[in-house]
C-alpha cells in the first residue's frame, strides 16, 4: 500500500493563514490568482534583503570576489549614475550584453531598483540580431563587455546608444563610459527611492520560439517575485522533508555554468540567492576540470547546467581525486536529462540529491521539479508542479482538458507567468488565453501529478538548452542567392540532446559547398543556431499533401543516415 504523499499537508500549513507563505487572492489583467502575501511590493525592495547577509561572500569571478554589502552598494552606485548621468526614468528599457561576470548582476539589481526594464540579451548573438533587439526593445542605454561593444559599434551611432563598457574598450571604434569610472564617480551613493508598483514591468528576456525572430516575453515584478516565493516555499518543504545528512556542511554556495540572460540562471540561481545568503562563484565558460576544482576550493553545495554538463560533472568526478563532499544537489534545466543519467549521478555523488527543473521563459522558469528519491523513481519524469500559485492542465486540439495518462499540450496558468509579448499583440493573445500559458510542448500528467514532457508542437530545436528557432535559421540560409528552398530540423545529438540539421535544395546550375554556407550564416546568426549538419542536393524537398515540406520525413531519414554513420 503507497504512503500518503506529505507535501500538499506540508504546502498547506505554510500557506495558510498568518504563515510565512500565506496566500491572498489577487486580479491580474482580469484573471482571478493568488500570491504571496509576504512578498515584497517590487523587485528593489526584494533586492535590498541581499543587505541581511552583509560581509558574507556572495560573488566570486576570477580575482573579483565581492561580499553581499559590496554589491549592493556597487549597484547602488550604478543605478544613481543611470538616474543622474543618462537620464534614465522607471520603465525605460535599459540592456545588458555580456557574458556572466559581477558587474551583469549589479547591472540589473541598479536597473530594477529604479522601476526600469531590464533587457538581457543573448551574448552569443551577432551584430544584425543585437540590432534587431535593440530595435525592438528600445533600448538607448547599454551595459556591455568588450567583445559585445565590439559588435554593437557598426550600430550605436544610428540607435543613439549610451554604452556602460564593463572591461577595457580603448581599441574599439565607439563613445563608452567605463563602469568602474562611474563606480568611482558615485561612490558612496544610496540607493535612489523609486516607487514602483507589483505590476510595472521588470524585465524583457528574449525567446526563440517557432516564428523567426524572437520575442520579448515581459514581466512584471509580481511575476518574478511570485517565482522566488515559489521556489523558497518549494525548499523549506524539501528542508522539512529531507534527512539530516542531506543538509550542507557549510553555508550554501553555487556554481553559476548557464548564462544569466537565461531565467534560469537569473531567477533561480542569482535572484535566489540573494534572499537565501548563497555564495555564487561564476564559471568563465564550461571546463569540467575546472568545475570539479572550484567544487573543492569553494565547498559549492548546489550545482545547476544543461544536462550536458552534469554528464560530464558525474563522468569526471569518478576519477577525480578532489574532494567532492560537499555537493549536495546536482541539477538539470533546459533540456531533457536521458533516464539513465539520474541513477548514475546518485551512484557517483553519495551525498548529492539529483534533480530536474520544467520551466520557460515565458513563466519565469515557474514549472515542475523532480528530485531525490521521486526522481530516481521516476527519471522520465520532470516532476510536480511547483506550489503554490501555478497549475497545469493537458488539453486537446479543442481545448478541452485531458484525463492523466492522456497526451496533450501542457499549458500553464501561474501569477509567475510573464504579461505577454513585447510589441506583439497577436502573438500574446494567441499564447496567453484566459490567464493560461499555451507551452507548445506535448506531455502527459500521470495519476499522482507527475509530468512527463514527450514532444513539441512548435517547430523549435533545444541545443544544450538554447531554443533555437527552425523558421529564422531557414530565413538566414534562403538569404543565400544558391539556395532555392530548404527545411531545417532537430537532430540526436548524445552531448547536446539536438543538433541542428538542414536539407538544401539549390537552385538549378548553382553550386555551394556545406563550409560555405557556415561561413555565410555566421554572419547573420549566433554561432549555436548554425546547423551542423547540412545536406545539400538539386532535388526538389518531399512535400506532403498540402504543398508544405515533409519536414517529418526529412528529420527521420537523416536522423537515420547520422545513426548508421556513427555506427560504422
Not at 549610451?162 to 574599439?172: L, N, Q, T
Not at 523549506?236 to 553555508?251: D, F, I, M, T, Y
Not at 533561480?268 to 540567492?273: D, I, K
Not at 522520465?380 to 486537446?396: L, N, Q, W
Amino acid at each position: 500500500m503507497r504512503k500518503p504523499d506529505p507535501v500538499p499537508a506540508l504546502v498547506s500549513a505554510l500557506t495558510a493563514p498568518g504563515q510565512a507563505f500565506a496566500l491572498q487572492p489577487v486580479t491580474v489583467d482580469g484573471v482571478e490568482c493568488l500570491e504571496y502575501s509576504a512578498m515584497p511590493a517590487n523587485l528593489g525592495g526584494y533586492c535590498a534583503l541581499m543587505r541581511q547577509h552583509a560581509d558574507r561572500c556572495f560573488v566570486v569571478y576570477r580575482d573579483q570576489r565581492y561580499t553581499f554589502e559590496e554589491t549592493w552598494a556597487r549597484s547602488a552606485a550604478l543605478a544613481t549614475a543611470l538616474q543622474q548621468r543618462f537620464g534614465v526614468q522607471p520603465g525605460d528599457r535599459v540592456s545588458i550584453i555580456s557574458r556572466n561576470n559581477p558587474e551583469w548582476m549589479m547591472a540589473f539589481i541598479a536597473i530594477v531598483s529604479i522601476g526600469a526594464v531590464a533587457v538581457p540579451m543573448n551574448a552569443w548573438w551577432t551584430t544584425e540580431e543585437l540590432d534587431y533587439g535593440i530595435t525592438d526593445s528600445g533600448s538607448r542605454v547599454v551595459i556591455a563587455d568588450p567583445e559585445r561593444v565590439a559588435r554593437l559599434a557598426p550600430i550605436a551611432e544610428r540607435h543613439a546608444l549610451a554604452i556602460i563598457s564593463v572591461g577595457d574598450c580603448a581599441a574599439i571604434p565607439v563613445a563608452t563610459v567605463d563602469f568602474e569610472a562611474l563606480q568611482r564617480d558615485y561612490r558612496a551613493a544610496a540607493m535612489p527611492e523609486v516607487e514602483v508598483a507589483p505590476g510595472a514591468d521588470a524585465t524583457i528576456m528574449y525567446t526563440s520560439g517557432s516564428t523567426g525572430h524572437p520575442k520579448g516575453a515581459v514581466s512584471t515584478h509580481r511575476a518574478i517575485l511570485a517565482a522566488l516565493w515559489s521556489w523558497l516555499l518549494l525548499g523549506v518543504v524539501n528542508k522539512q522533508l529531507a534527512e539530516k545528512s542531506a543538509a550542507p556542511a557549510g553555508l550554501p554556495a553555487g556554481l553559476l555554468t548557464i548564462p544569466l540572460f537565461h531565467c534560469t540562471a537569473s531567477h533561480s540561481a542569482f535572484l535566489l540567492s540573494l534572499l537565501v545568503g548563497r555564495k555564487l562563484v561564476i564559471m568563465h565558460k564550461w571546463d569540467v576540470e575546472e568545475a570539479l576544482r572550484l567544487i573543492e576550493a569553494e565547498r559549492i553545495t548546489w550545482f545547476n547546467g544543461v544536462p550536458t554538463m552534469s554528464a560530464e560533472l558525474q563522468a569526471a568526478a569518478r576519477t577525480s581525486t578532489h574532494d567532492l563532499s560537499s555537493l549536495v544537489d546536482i541539477f538539470s534545466g533546459g533540456a531533457a536529462r536521458p533516464p539513465d543519467q539520474v541513477g548514475k549521478i546518485a551512484g557517483t555523488f553519495e551525498r548529492s540529491v539529483p534533480g530536474i527543473g520544467y520551466g520557460l521563459t515565458e513563466t519565469n522558469a515557474i514549472g515542475a521539479v523532480n528530485a531525490g528519491a521521486a526522481y530516481l523513481a521516476r527519471p522520465a519524469s520532470t516532476g510536480r508542479v511547483v506550489p503554490a500559485v501555478t497549475e497545469f492542465k493537458v488539453i486537446d486540439s479543442a481545448g478541452a482538458a485531458l484525463p492523466s495518462g492522456e497526451r496533450g499540450e501542457l499549458c500553464i496558468k501561474s501569477t509567475a507567468n510573464v504579461r505577454g509579448y513585447w510589441n506583439k499583440p497577436e502573438a500574446t493573445r494567441e499564447a496567453f488565453v484566459d490567464g493560461w500559458f499555451h507551452t507548445g510542448d506535448v506531455a502527459y500528467l500521470d495519476e499522482e501529478g507527475f509530468l512527463y514532457i514527450v514532444d513539441r508542437i512548435k517547430d523549435i530545436i533545444i541545443r544544450g538548452g538554447e531554443n533555437i528557432s527552425c523558421i529564422e535559421v531557414e530565413a538566414a540560409i534562403h538569404r543565400h542567392p544558391a539556395v532555392q528552398e530548404v527545411a531545417v530540423f532537430g537532430l540526436p545529438d548524445e552531448r547536446l540532446g539536438e543538433s541542428v540539421g538542414a536539407v538544401v535544395a539549390l537552385r538549378a546550375g548553382a553550386s555551394l559547398g556545406a563550409a560555405e554556407l557556415q561561413a555565410f550564416l555566421r554572419e547573420h546568426l549566433a554561432a549555436f543556431k548554425v546547423p551542423l549538419h547540412f545536406w545539400l542536393q538539386h532535388e526538389a524537398l518531399p512535400r506532403i499533401a498540402s504543398g508544405k515540406i515533409f519536414k517529418r520525413q526529412l528529420k527521420a531519414e537523416y536522423a537515420a543516415t547520422l545513426a548508421s554513420a556513427a555506427e560504422r
